[in-house]
């Protein structure tokens, strides 16, 4: 699928997170609960290296909120191999949909078997790390390419800017580009508040930003960049040149960039205060 068409999708009344219901595939011994899949596998890469996953609760074909487990001890087996064993506390700040996020490592790209436990019931899934590495995908270790985004004095022809609403969005004083050349640390976040189809996950992910980054070094460069250059209610539009160098299909996603324009972290899809808190503590 391409990503204007994808993009497309996570920007109509189904959201982003059809991606993880539709591919979330369930053998239950608890038929309550079903683990929804809130990733894409085809940005999990099995070469070894750290990989993020987020995994949500269903019940009766509705995401678990108020509800929602405190901790899930999730189990990954790959071809007898264990993955991962922990206990997972659940993250909600900030959001609608509680996720619990799993950081594993893949030896390949073969189906992975999860197993969900809390309160006494479990449930299971099937997930598997399919990028192949070719992708053009910028994730932690490599190098951002060198972009312009959209300033309060140089809009690069995006327009809305940024389209966060009644409130202007903040982010927007330098330029991507600017700001890895004078050698600053940065977060980069590209996401499209107003249309995101969902506001469960990609719709508040400015606001979070908003709330969490006021403790952070002044000389770190926060920047947004929207998702489309020209969306309207009718048409999305080509997508943004920001987008298009992290090589994404999907928004939100968030990068944090050290001074030598390598990428520190990518969060993918949907994070929380606390998470996105501790992430901007290691920048």
């Known amino acids: 699928m391409g990503r204007r068409r994808f993009l497309g999708l996570a920007g109509g009344a189904a959201g982003v997170l059809v991606l993880g219901a539709c591919g979330a595939s369930s053998s239950t011994p608890d038929p309550e609960f079903v683990a929804s899949r809130l990733f894409d596998g085809r940005a999990l890469v099995p070469d070894g290296t750290p990989q993020r996953l987020v995994w949500a609760v269903q019940k009766n074909n509705s995401y678990v909120t108020d509800e929602a487990f405190e901790v899930v001890r999730i189990e990954a087996i790959q071809n007898g191999q264990v993955l991962f064993d922990e206990e997972v506390t659940v993250r909600r700040e900030g959001l609608i949909v509680p996720y619990y996020p799993v950081v594993m490592r893949f030896p390949s790209s073969d189906p992975v078997d999860f197993t969900f436990s809390a309160s006494g019931g479990s449930w299971?899934?099937?997930a598997l790390?399919?990028?192949t590495g070719e992708e053009a995908l910028v994730g932690p270790g490599d190098r951002f390419p060198s972009v312009g985004t959209p300033t309060f004095d140089n809009a690069l022809g995006v327009d809305p800017m940024c389209t966060r609403s009644p409130e202007p969005c903040p982010f927007h004083e330098v330029s991507l580009d600017v700001a890895m050349a004078t050698g600053r640390r940065?977060?980069?976040?590209?996401s499209t508040p107003a249309f995101c189809g969902n506001q469960i996950a990609c719709g508040p992910a400015l606001e979070i930003l908003i709330d969490t980054v006021s403790a952070l070094d002044p000389d770190v460069?926060?920047?947004h960049a929207e998702i489309y250059t020209s969306p309207t209610g009718r048409e999305l539009g080509p997508t943004s040149p920001a987008l298009d160098a992290s090589g994404a299909w999907f928004e939100p996603l968030l990068y944090t960039i050290d001074a030598n324009?390598?990428?520190k972290h990518r969060l993918?899809?949907?994070f929380d205060r606390t998470e996105l808190a501790e992430v901007l503590d290691s920048i």
């Open 186 to 190: 940065i977060v980069l976040l590209l």
């Open 261 to 263: 324009a390598r990428v």
């Open 268 to 270: 993918d899809f949907m």
């Open 124 to 126: 299971e899934s099937v």
């Open 129 to 131: 790390a399919s990028g």
């Open 221 to 223: 460069a926060v920047i």
